[in-house]
């Protein structure tokens, strides 16, 4: 006997296929991509009785062999390619007993493709609730398999379900219906040209974009002896297979099935009525919304906190403990706030996949596509692009994960590149800042003032952009778009707390290893930019200070070396360099510096600008003090005056200043085509409107 | 004049009659979404896009579009 088997995971959404997946692996699983493309790959190792190991693998969910999508492709490859280092030794379809009718669809498929086939009928609890009965017997003399009645919430059925994958060799390999009748010249004449290959193997190379062995469709339609069928009528007779299927389905179902209505009970009818309902719907998603958002945004800052803290500690006590140098500001000042700063999101990020895994599960999320389709896809997008949107104003990056709902790929696209537009909790210091020094504090009416007023239009500001920019990619962006809005409105149910648990921390697990590389090379290039300068003026910035200002404080002399320091470091050039292209924006060399810092966060501008006007950044008072007392050169007029700050605020608004997006926008959308051309259009945006905003107030 | 699923109004059920079947997804049709077969109205958005329907077993929401190359017949 083989020392381990490869075991498949197979069937529709909603069938709880990753309820039985988690139930088999436990926490022994792996999560990745699948070579070169976005869809994940979810394996893991299960002990079997007779010390035999299985490696199972969560295929996508698909509601048949006939793929639409780039999961469902995956699911045919494997299953079709021998090849395939993943190619099961037995496939186990996974059912849910409320709809098997459907889910018997794809089984029916599997059932031909002569590998080892096990039917699981899960979420058996329910079957006494809906008033459903089996034939278990009859049934698996019908299908030609072996049936485990199964419930992954309760734990029914698991040790039945190891003993039959152990035993695999068993197993039947005969096919339940002969679907070649429905033409049968045709398939007789595909099976004489091609004798050795299984024949739905054959009628699946042909019909979907998949190649296996050193088959694929053009070596199909060069056979002489075969005559090839137009794509209209293998499509009708695709139907016809379908209706094939299904006959046999329903015959079978009526012999061994039996469903007593009355003792059924209508939960799901009740709870749509309200949550599809044209007013309640809407008001009852507003207010899950706004506790999301509370969550986010607010418990989300005490754990930040203790984070915040808890680095800046590690970064004075590893200090105080290694010798001082070069080696040592590297690890305090470049590594160690650098993981900070990925660390610090993890709150926000467990926070909302908490919450959208909950909404999953519970089967509420399709309600929220259904409700928000027809307003979303007059800008282009899906109704599934609006849970990612809202995430967006807590941050990108879990928004820009959020999106992996939206099947449709320019969808997807779409919703990923325009996320970054809405107002996320890392522009809101920049916003505040400004703000109170460029907007009168007078009120326009009531309790309203300019400056909440201001501070509501920037929101809007991000909302609005990223509708419109994704109208305009929508009509500029030429993809393939066949794929049809179908939504499966799944059962309610009450969330399992393992299934929650292990996305949380998948999710959490992906961010950190993924986006988290990125984020700390670059925070070690900003630290060492601005830790060096190219000359004495850098290096020496202690003496001259010292000589030219001998009257000042001990603090006040620090702050002044620290700010000579950073004009003359590599990034205060950098910001030299790029003055004349700021110049035109309103901006001088300094703000030019607080840009160059800020791509790599945009909080970081406050602090960049704290540092460079020499002031402690904890009274906001004095920062704020300084930078209104700061006179531009060449105009003798405040710096920050109103057409500077409109300018600045616009400029923060549009422009892509986050690494972590960037290298988010990388690893979703597979390659850096996407996050580059994200970078130029919204800094191009950013640049234009500030641009005309100065030039127009100036 | 033919009927069609888009006219179909809420609660109302229907055998379907016909499908035309290179302007749907086969995915419809391997939903459950095929001639014979019974199919109810539950819900509808506003402006009666999406419809949320009960089509032989199977809960789905499609488009009006859609559901407009879809004959049936009231019962």
């Known amino acids: 006997m083989a020392k381990h088997i490869n075991v498949s995971l197979i069937g529709n959404p909603n069938t709880g296929k990753t309820s039985v997946f988690n139930l088999l692996t436990g926490l022994n699983q792996q999560v990745g991509n699948y070579p070169g493309i976005t869809v994940e790959r979810k394996a893991g190792v299960c002990k079997l009785p007779r010390g035999v190991k299985a490696h199972i ?43 098997l009718k459907r889910n018997l669809l794809l089984f029916t498929q599997i059932k031909d493709l002569d590998i080892p086939t096990i039917l699981v009928i899960n979420m058996a609890d329910r079957m006494k609730r809906k008033g459903i009965s089996l034939n278990i017997p009859e049934l698996e003399k019908t299908l030609k398999t072996n049936v485990v009645l199964m419930s992954a919430r309760k734990k029914q059925g698991l040790e039945e379900l190891k003993q039959l994958i152990a035993s695999y060799k068993k197993l039947s390999i005969e096919p339940c219906l002969n679907a070649s009748s429905i033409d049968k010249p045709y398939f007789e004449g595909l099976q004489k040209a091609f004798p050795n290959q299984s024949l739905y193997k054959l009628w699946l190379v042909i019909t979907q974009d998949v190649n296996f062995a050193n088959i694929n469709r053009n070596t199909i339609a060069d056979a002489s002896e075969f005559h090839t069928k137009k794509k209209s009528d293998l499509k009708r007779l695709q139907q016809k297979e ?26 799901r009818a009740k709870l749509d009525q309200l949550l599809v309902h044209k007013v309640w719907g809407y008001l009852i998603f507003f207010i899950i919304l706004l506790f999301i958002f509370q969550a986010i945004y607010d418990w989300s800052a005490y754990p930040q906190d203790l984070i915040d803290n808890g680095f800046a500690w590690l970064s004075e006590a590893v200090k105080g403990q290694l010798p001082a140098g070069a080696l040592t500001n590297l690890i305090t000042e470049g590594i160690i706030p650098g993981l900070g700063g990925i660390v610090i999101f993890i709150p926000q990020i467990a926070f909302l996949f908490l919450f959208i895994s909950i909404l999953e599960e519970s089967g509420y999320m399709s309600r929220v596509v259904f409700l928000m389709d027809r307003l979303m896809r007059k800008f282009g997008l899906s109704g599934k692009s609006i849970v990612p949107l809202i995430s967006g104003t807590a941050c990108a990056i879990p928004a820009v994960m959020a999106t992996r709902n939206i099947e449709n790929w320019k969808e997807r696209l779409i919703t990923i590149l325009v996320v970054p537009f809405t107002t996320c909790s890392a522009r809101l210091p920049v916003y505040l800042i400004i703000i109170s020094l460029v907007i009168p504090k007078e009120r326009v009416a009531w309790i309203f003032g300019y400056q909440s007023l201001s501070l509501m239009l920037l929101y809007l500001l991000g909302f609005v952009t990223a509708l419109g920019s994704s109208w305009l990619l929508s009509k500029f962006l030429k993809m393939p778009n066949k794929s049809f809005f179908v939504v499966e409105m799944p059962n309610y149910k009450l969330p399992m707390f393992k299934n929650v648990a292990i996305n949380v921390v998948e999710k959490t697990k992906a961010f950190i290893t993924g986006a988290g590389k990125i984020i700390l090379a670059i925070s070690i290039v900003l630290w060492v930019l601005a830790s060096y300068g190219p000359n004495e003026k850098f290096s020496n910035a202690k003496e001259i200070i010292s000589q030219n200002q001998p009257q000042k404080s001990t603090i006040e002399l620090e702050r002044a070396i620290a700010s000579q320091k950073l004009e003359h470091s590599y990034i205060g050039y950098m910001g030299k360099a790029i003055e004349p292209l700021v110049a035109p924006l309103g901006y001088d060399w300094k703000i030019g510096i607080a840009l160059i810092s800020s791509f790599a966060a945009r909080e970081v501008f406050v602090g960049t600008l704290a540092t460079i006007y020499s002031v402690g950044s904890d009274e906001d008072e004095t920062i704020k003090n300084r930078m209104a007392a700061e006179i531009n050169p060449d105009t003798g007029v405040p710096l920050f005056n109103l057409a500077t700050g409109v300018s600045l605020l616009l400029f923060y608004a549009f422009a892509m200043q986050c690494m972590s997006t960037i290298a988010i926008v990388k690893k979703e959308t597979n390659g850096w085509r996407w996050p580059i051309i994200q970078l130029f259009f919204m800094s191009g945006l950013a640049y234009i409107s500030a641009f005309v905003a100065y030039q127009f107030l100036k | 004049m033919k009927t069609t699923l888009a006219e179909l109004k809420r609660g109302q059920s229907a055998i379907i009659t016909m499908v035309e079947t290179d302007a749907i997804p086969l995915k419809l049709l391997e939903m459950g979404c095929l001639p014979g077969n019974e199919v109810t109205l539950l819900q509808v958005a506003p402006f009666s896009c999406p419809m949320y329907l009960n089509i032989n077993g199977s809960h789905l929401a499609i488009r009006k579009e859609v559901a407009r190359q879809i004959e049936i017949e009231l019962i």
């Open chain 1, 57 to 99: 693998l969560d295929l996508p969910g698909t509601y048949s062999l006939n793929a639409s999508s780039l999961d469902e492709n995956v699911v045919i490859e494997v299953l079709l390619n021998k090849k395939d280092k993943d190619y099961p030794d037995v496939a186990v379809v996974v059912s849910d007993v409320e709809n």
């Open chain 1, 242 to 267: 379908t209706i094939k299927r299904y006959q046999f389905i329903n015959e079978t179902l009526k012999q061994t099935q039996t469903i007593d209505v009355g003792s059924a009970t209508g939960v």
